[in-house]
């Protein structure tokens, strides 16, 4: 995963690059608003798993009823703008 990163008053504003040997161990709790600039990824929300792709945005709210990880499908990359909540 690569990324830049701007930070402002607890706001963190990221461009980020992922491929498929990407692997989230664990879950993320934060919150994160974001939109889908290029390729592919899914979501596993809590087990429900999500696809997203170009031209796709998504909120995700924080806490644990909103746990997920990112899953980069096989041969797939992504790049996406997210805004969090919480540096």
């Known amino acids: ?3 830049k990163m701007l930070v402002s008053d607890n706001k963190c504003l990221r ?3 992922v491929n498929d040997k990407f692997v989230e161990t ?4 934060k919150g ?6 290029k390729g592919e ?3 596993n929300f809590d087990g429900e798993l999500k696809n997203f792709s ?3 945005g998504l909120w995700i709210d924080k806490g644990e009823n909103s746990q997920h990880k990112l899953i980069m499908p096989k041969n797939k990359k992504v790049k996406l703008l997210l805004i969090d ?3």
């Open 1 to 3: 995963m690569k990324q």
């Open 15 to 17: 461009l980020i690059k």
């Open 26 to 29: 664990e879950w993320c709790f």
């Open 32 to 37: 994160h608003i974001g939109y889908v600039l």
């Open 41 to 43: 990824m899914t979501i």
């Open 54 to 56: 170009k031209g796709d």
């Open 85 to 87: 909540e919480e540096v």
